[in-house]
């Protein structure tokens, strides 16, 4: 059973930096991405990216201070989350996708493997 690994989650004050962390031991994928989901409100993904590179996505609430990227070699995606707001404070999942696709869907239905998820706050 693939397993995804988080990490890098935590407390920090408004205007912070945290990085989270993707492993994905022995795997490869087509797409990986950070969905996020705060309390009473849906499932959004914040950013993905392609496996092979060549394409990223982010959600216009993040656009300039979160940035994703791969490091092939270790099968690990990371979101470097910079600038940090209260409104970013939710539960983080790494998702993955498997297969062949011609976009990076926002949908997490879309996606065949989930993280266990990890806690970000970002106090005022």
């Known amino acids: 059973q693939v397993q995804l690994v988080e990490s890098g989650g935590g407390l920090v004050q408004a205007g912070g930096s945290l990085r989270l962390s993707c492993a994905a031991p022995?795997?490869?994928?087509?797409?990986m991405g950070w969905f996020r989901q705060a309390p009473e409100k849906e499932r959004e993904l914040v950013a993905a990216?392609?496996?092979?590179?060549?394409?990223?996505y982010y959600a216009d609430s993040v656009k300039g201070r979160f940035t994703i990227s791969m490091d092939n070699a270790k099968n690990t995606m990371y979101l470097q989350m910079n600038s940090l707001k209260p409104e970013d404070t939710a539960v983080y999942y790494c998702a993955a996708l498997s297969g062949a696709v011609y976009y990076i869907p926002g949908d997490g239905s879309k996606y065949n493997y989930w993280g266990q998820g990890t806690q970000v706050t970002v106090s005022s």
């Open positions: 022995g795997r490869t994928f087509s797409i």
């Open positions: 990216i392609r496996w092979s590179g060549g394409g990223t």
